[in-house]
């Protein structure tokens, strides 16, 4: 039987699982290609280190170059993550004609549009389904199946740890804190937590998503972003009782000839698909002009999910890797204008005295900010009261513009939160 | 540039969605093809209908092998449902070296693998993404990117008239009759609704799902299925309080070497991600043996999102239609065995005394059904009350004897109801 080679950099836990689901469903990917896929050399770090896969001790190598300039070895998966060198590791892989695999965010959202022209120049593959929701096989969704359709918004919780901790917070009332510590120590959150929790880790996902939906290379840069630090036990309750789940949303959104874009901690309808999105599963959910409304639904992390993926675009490679590569143009067609006309959500602490809200709201009116709705909350026992506001859409200058000026009144003693509501409209 | 030319059979619904999205979304098309779709040939009964398309008098026709033979025609879309005479039509097109693509479950289902094999022989594909969930692009991600994955289990609301009624019996407690009625005012049910309810329409789509799932041709008759319209509002109160929703849910189940199959109203956990699927919306949610648990949610009908599905199918054998086809062995792996091992959910009406509970308690456990769980709900007012029973898991087969003893019995005025709980395990 034919076969074909492989060259893996990186033996961590998604090229682990990738070798595995190679050996376990040997059968099926068989069957599936006519041929075989060999793993021809392994770059690691140590030689000596035990590791959980079935590989004889020859392929491995530390030597990148090794496995990049490998004669037989025709397709190359990067699995090793972070910017260098893995950036220099796949330009000289595509520029030595071998098709790559990789499953790296951060290097796809930097330099992504780069490597694709250099794929495209060498006549070979780019494919990095893994990078964005783990195992949910969305780019290539949205690449293949819904090629007939120009996607108009595409909305996603696509970052496992966050969600994972929002969704303890919500469903077990833990405090922010014991969420984070709880998720670390089941192996959803990193010691240091801050690229997930800061929100810069669904950014470098976003950029690659709305970059394929919208057929324009997004940068990292145009994507407002705030993380989930901030959000309390209280603003969670306050959600609950209006009928919303808090999750970090990121959303790319196309109109006439403008995308805005964002990472934001987000209030969810709760009878919306994303609301039911929990733990450490993702989603994106996208409109299409023909399609409408799709979402796809899966693990976005691990060793297995993620093997899936890689492997689907290893797979789909040795089946279509003759037809000629596509250039992905990416014209600048749309104007990136993060203006952020949404509803939201603010909480603030006043004192407990009549006249501070007629105040509050009168401020809020003449910086063209008009209120939904206002709730008085549980006092707090020091003569002060919580205020929850939701407000009609605005942009959001004018919000902070009108927080500005509230904030400087001495009934005012402090702005707790302010979160996007997103009703998906 | 280069173009493309189809013929299509029938321009109803789906045909004039697709007509149109070729139209309006024809730069996207272009771009992403580098060629040009033209509709050559169109098949309908009546030359002429007005129709809401943009399309030339000449094009039309009332004879379908002006299109099937048409020489410049390179790929026939299939749109006339039903299975005579769409099924001539088609195996007469594949002959002609034709690729075809259709959006016919009824067809798929019974003919769909004698079809394949003649596409094989005559090297052109055969593509029917839309006869399943509309829009939602499921065949094709189980084909290509799940292709790494040995598929365990699939699951499906696959039938938007009836997911529509139980909605809406759900969230407006309306009566299975008015439900019924408003959704035949929306469009969402034909005036005879008989193959949506009865679970016919879910039974052809699962056993097209089930066959590329699990690479065996499933034939509609090995489903066992049961249909929605005994469903009362009291089972749906009933569910609700037990923290269930209740829909028509379509499954394959792969254990070992055996597949169970079924249509069948079922209680679906409220936090499981099928249950909030709603009204006209379809999902499918496979598990992968890799990539774990996955969903794919969206239209199930529709004239834009079905036509999105069968454009998606085109512009497939447009861009990949010189790859080998591949012939889908579809060999008998696994032996069908509907034992329904399941949790059931069993109302029934009985006189209000003392030891009825008792005695129907002792006949269930005669038979190896063991409860779960027994409510003793409203009095009915002429001295009978409702009773409800979760079982623990237990072979169809046992319930049925167990009932058949059951309703003998004096005290005993009617089962009223028997409903899966699917606990997705």
């Known amino acids: 039987m034919e076969s074909v080679k492989l060259g893996i950099l990186g033996m961590g836990t998604v090229a682990s699982g990738l070798v595995n689901i190679i050996e376990f469903n040997k059968s099926k ?44 070895v025709e397709i190359i998966v990067e699995l090793i993550g972070g910017i260098n060198p893995a950036y220099e590791y796949i330009k000289a892989a595509l520029n030595n004609k071998k098709h790559v695999v990789t ?152 109109k006439d000839n403008k995308i805005e874009l964002s990472v934001h901690p987000s209030f969810i309808p709760e009878n919306h698909p994303l ?34 993926a890689v492997l689907g675009d290893i797979m789909y490679i040795v089946k279509y890797s003759d037809k000629e590569a596509v250039n992905n143009e990416n014209k600048q067609k749309y104007i990136i204008e993060n203006k952020a006309v949404k509803q939201y959500y603010i909480r603030m602490t006043v004192v407990d005295k009549p006249g501070v809200l007629g105040g509050i709201a009168s401020i809020f009116g003449k910086h063209s900010v008009s209120l939904a709705s206002v709730v008085q909350k549980q006092k707090n026992g020091n003569h002060t009261v919580s205020l929850v506001f939701i407000t009609h859409e605005s942009e959001r200058i004018n919000i902070d513009i009108a927080l500005e000026e509230i904030k400087k009144s001495e009934t005012v003693t402090n702005i707790e939160s302010i979160l996007l509501v997103e009703n998906f409209r």
């Not at 992504?112 to 250099?118: D, R």
């Not at 999105?277 to 992390?301: H, P, Q, R, S, T």
């Open 29 to 72: 990917v068989v069957n599936n290609l006519n041929k075989e896929l060999i793993i021809n050399k392994v770059l690691v770090n140590n030689l000596d280190k035990e590791r959980n896969v079935n590989l004889q001790k020859e392929v491995y190598t530390t030597d990148a170059y090794e496995v990049i300039n490998d004669k037989n």
């Open 103 to 254: 499953a790296n965010k951060a290097l796809i959202a930097t330099h992504g549009s780069e490597l694709e022209n250099i794929a495209f120049k060498n006549n070979v593959k780019l494919m990095y389904e893994a990078s964005v929701g783990g195992g949910i096989p969305i780019l290539n969704t949205m690449r293949e199946n819904l090629c007939a359709n120009e996607l108009e918004s595409v909305f996603g919780i696509i970052n496992g740890t966050t969600n994972y901790i929002l969704t303890q917070m919500t469903e077990n009332e833990l405090d922010y804190d014991q969420a984070v510590k709880e998720a670390q120590k089941l192996g959803f959150a990193e010691a240091d937590p801050s690229s997930d929790v800061d929100g810069d880790d669904a950014a470098y996902k976003l950029s690659i998503l709305a970059s394929l939906a919208f057929g324009q290379k997004i940068n990292v840069k145009d994507i407002t972003k705030e993380g989930i630090t901030k959000i309390s036990k209280q603003d969670i309750i306050n959600a609950k009782e209006l009928g919303y789940n808090i999750k970090l949303l990121a959303s790319g959104i196309k």
């Open 275 to 308: 609301s039911t999105v929990k733990n450490e599963f993702n989603a994106v959910f996208l409109k299409g002009n023909a399609v409408g409304e799709i979402m796809l639904y899966g693990k976005g992390a691990g060793s297995l999910p993620t093997g899936s």
